[in-house]
């Protein structure tokens, strides 16, 4: 069992940057693939980016890419989503999520595990 539990979300202005971060628990961390998810409202949830076991491979929607960059840090069971010049459009609810089998997925179902969410607003 993995729990997963996001921070640093908030309010910020177009243009600014959040970095949000992911800890979860477990001895396991190292082995799983994580992703990061996002929900606006009214919307369906979507893929953000997704990164390896390793940290050497990851992925990104084409929406983010250049501005979104996710990492991990093993040592600390943590996965973060740095976010820089953002955009109204990004305003949504952020999920991390945890694949125990796969390299990094853009599909919602290959993820075992899921955080709470950590709202991200972003005002014009």
């Known amino acids: 069992q993995v729990q997963l539990v996001e921070s640093g979300g908030g309010l910020v202005q177009a243009g600014g940057s959040l970095r949000l971060s992911c800890a979860a628990s477990?001895?396991?961390?190292?082995?799983?693939?994580m992703g990061w998810f996002r929900q606006a409202p009214g919307k369906e949830r979507e893929f953000v980016a997704a990164?390896?076991?390793?940290?050497?491979?990851?992925y990104y929607a084409d929406s983010v890419k250049g501005r979104l960059t996710i990492s991990r840090d093993n040592a600390k069971n943590t996965v973060y989503l740095q976010m820089n010049s953002l955009k109204p459009e990004d305003t949504a609810v952020y999920y991390c999520?945890?694949?125990?089998?796969?390299?990094?997925?853009?599909?919602?179902?290959?993820?075992?595990?899921w955080g709470q969410g950590s709202q991200v607003t972003v005002s014009s």
């Open positions: 477990g001895r396991t961390f190292s082995s799983y693939a």
């Open positions: 999520a945890a694949d125990a089998l796969g390299s990094g997925s853009r599909r919602e179902r290959e993820y075992d595990y």
């Open positions: 990164i390896s076991w390793s940290g050497g491979n990851t």
